[in-house]
């Protein structure tokens, strides 16, 4: 049993759900109320990592974010590690894989809110900043809550991405799933079973909990 | 325009198309009446800040809320209006009573609380507060809406088709309930309705809607006693609505006597106590109309009066007269055939002669509550 691997697989779920969700809230919300020119697009294009498969995405994070380039560089000066074999660079490349799972859930969530109901909250009073904290993100939440329990899910499961950007780096970039490859390709049937069987009961509590969360949040609102 | 009144005017070509100047004083309810898609709504919102008309201009009392000539906009939370929406837009994840204290934040915090129970109380669901909207009737969710937009303490109170989700019993006692409202609240009250019964119950004013195009403005009487208003006719049948006293009840003979500005009226008698006001409507296809008073008719309404105008409309065979009675109007409804017969003209003293069944009294609900959370300085 690989326990570093367990660790950066579950450091790396956190992480792009702290990353990615409060990005996730404010760009999903823009695309349910904002009409721009445009949007059709930027829609297909928050979309697209979902088609693609994992190693052109990180065809291109490596090609974008490599050394040599000015994008590389930024990256570099910003986090202090070049992008490719680094956590913050996988990290990076996750929350980059997993924007439709989590713009597009949150994205619903903020259209079915009814329109009436936001404009009864701004004639209740209520600022901007108000009727969002209190009205639209109270109704959105099992929207949100299913964003972030699909994106430590993926993440969990990603594969190709990992392997692309961050390689094979024990306890910096070796997640559960890459070390059951590798584990695999050295014959080690027994610890590939033993981490095989520890991914499917993570995963399993992870659902547990999103149905434990999600009944509550129902039977709150009814 | 009264000290607190509400002046609003509106210019814009689309997306839908409006062209509507109006005012409407404190204690006054003014009815925005017209068919659906003639902008009704957009008014409204348009008064609550939530759609900007290109040319606005919206004056509540002192304040000046929308002026686009002089730059002037102000967003919908910091207005004053209790807004109560068609489907309600009740906050589906607060209970009753957070759903009025949100629309508290005006308030100190320690008040809150105790005012939203009072408005509770005022709307007959102090025992519902802990209930979410979901698990209220349809009639209590209007209810806590209406509360709700009284929590706001508004300078200005706009009803969208409040009746239109609620069944017919329910409707009669919100329709008093406002009606009560307005006696007590003092606040311009706008309601937007395609429902001619509501015009005639509650409003004090009406505004005509037609495409997005005022095409009558008036106070209620008035309008209806005009003999012109094809749209009107045509949605209710013509017939003017003045408001009259109750004058006596003879219990006996199952009869009431309604004094009006110039006359009296005799109706039959229901649930009405003496000295209250009423409005009557007199549908214009009940009204005879007759050169010398008759004799030997089991009739018990013969009011004179004096022809003011004749409306013959070429599509119709029927020709609206309208007479002066006292200082109300009234409407009749007669053949083109019976105008040349009698020669009727404008000035000829006639008498109008209305059955007393045909006399309908729009009688506010006995049930209605009467604390309703008034407006507190």
């Not at chain 1, 989590?102 to 909250?121: K, L, T, Y």
């Not at chain 1, 547990?208 to 129902?218: E, K, P």
């Not at chain 2, 004083?25 to 003014?30: C, E, I, S, T």
Request: glycine share 8%.
């Amino acid at each position: 049993m690989d326990w570093s691997a367990l660790r950066v697989s579950l450091w790396l779920g956190t992480g792009t759900i702290l990353v990615l969700l409060p990005l996730g809230i404010w760009f999903g919300r823009v695309l349910a109320y904002r009409h721009f020119r445009g949007k059709l697009l930027v829609e297909a294009l928050v979309t697209i990592p979902l088609i693609l498969p994992p190693t052109v995405l990180g065809f291109y994070l490596l090609v974008t974010f490599g050394a040599r380039s000015p994008l590389g560089r930024a990256f570099q000066a910003v986090i202090g590690h070049p992008l490719p074999f680094s956590f913050e660079g996988l990290l990076f490349a996750s929350a980059i894989a997993n924007i439709p799972f989590v713009v597009q859930p949150i994205q619903r969530g903020f259209e079915a809110i009814s329109p009436d109901v936001r404009d009864a909250a701004a004639c209740c009073g209520l600022s901007p900043w108000q009727r969002f904290l209190r009205i639209e993100l109270p109704l959105a939440w099992p929207s949100v809550l299913t964003a972030a329990i699909l994106t430590f899910a993926h993440t969990l499961g990603e594969f190709g991405v990992v392997l692309m950007v961050g390689g094979n780096l024990p306890g910096e970039t070796r997640t559960l799933s890459i070390a059951i490859y590798d584990r695999m390709q050295a014959f080690d049937d027994r610890s590939a079973g033993i981490m095989a069987a520890t991914l499917l009961v993570v995963a399993t509590i992870t659902l547990m909990v999103t149905t434990i969360l999600s009944r509550q949040v129902n039977s709150r609102r009814g | 325009m009264g000290e607190h009144g509400l002046a609003v005017s509106l210019r814009q070509d689309g997306p839908i198309p409006l062209d509507v100047e109006f005012s409407c004083d404190p204690g006054h309810v003014l009815a925005i009446f017209g068919p659906s898609g003639s902008g009704k709504t957009t008014i409204l919102r348009a008064i609550s800040g939530l759609a900007r008309p290109a040319q606005a201009r919206v004056q509540a009392g002192a304040e000046t809320w929308t002026d686009t000539d002089a730059g002037v906009f102000r967003p919908p939370h910091q207005r004053a209006v209790g807004f109560v929406f068609q489907e309600y837009a009740l906050f589906p994840h607060l209970t009753a009573l957070g759903n009025i204290l949100t629309a508290l934040g005006h308030r100190p915090g320690p008040e809150r609380r105790t005012r939203a129970e009072e408005l509770l109380d005022a709307v007959h669901l102090g025992k519902q507060g802990s209930k979410r909207p979901h698990e209220l009737s349809g009639g209590e969710r209007q209810r806590v809406a209406l509360a709700r937009a009284l929590a706001r303490e508004p300078a200005v109170l706009l009803l969208d088709e409040p009746f239109a989700a609620v069944d017919r019993a329910v409707r009669r006692r919100l329709q008093s309930e406002i009606d009560s409202l307005r006696r007590t609240l003092h606040v311009p009250l706008i309601l937007v309705t395609h429902d001619f019964d509501d015009v005639a119950r509650l409003a004090t004013h009406v505004l005509m809607l037609e495409h997005g195009r005022s095409v009558g403005y008036g106070s209620l009487s008035t309008l209806t006693s005009r003999p012109d208003q094809s749209w009107l006719h045509e949605a209710v049948g013509p017939g003017s609505v003045f408001e009259a006293a109750v004058s006596r009840i003879d219990v006996d003979r199952g009869l009431v006597t309604l004094a009006f500005d110039g006359g009296t009226l005799i109706a039959p008698a229901r649930q009405l106590t003496a000295a209250t006001t009423v409005r009557v409507r007199v549908p214009a296809r009940d009204v005879i109309l007759a050169t010398s008073a008759p004799t030997g008719l089991s009739l018990h309404n013969v009011l004179p009066g004096i022809v003011s105008a004749i409306h013959g409309d070429t599509t119709r065979d029927a020709v609206i007269v309208q007479m002066t009675v006292g200082r109300i109007l009234l409407l009749a409804e007669v053949t083109r055939d019976a105008i040349r017969k009698l020669d009727i003209k404008v000035g000829d003293h006639l008498h109008a002669l209305i059955k007393s069944v045909s006399i309908e009294l729009l009688v506010p609900d006995a049930n209605s509550f009467d604390d309703t959370g008034q407006r507190t300085t």
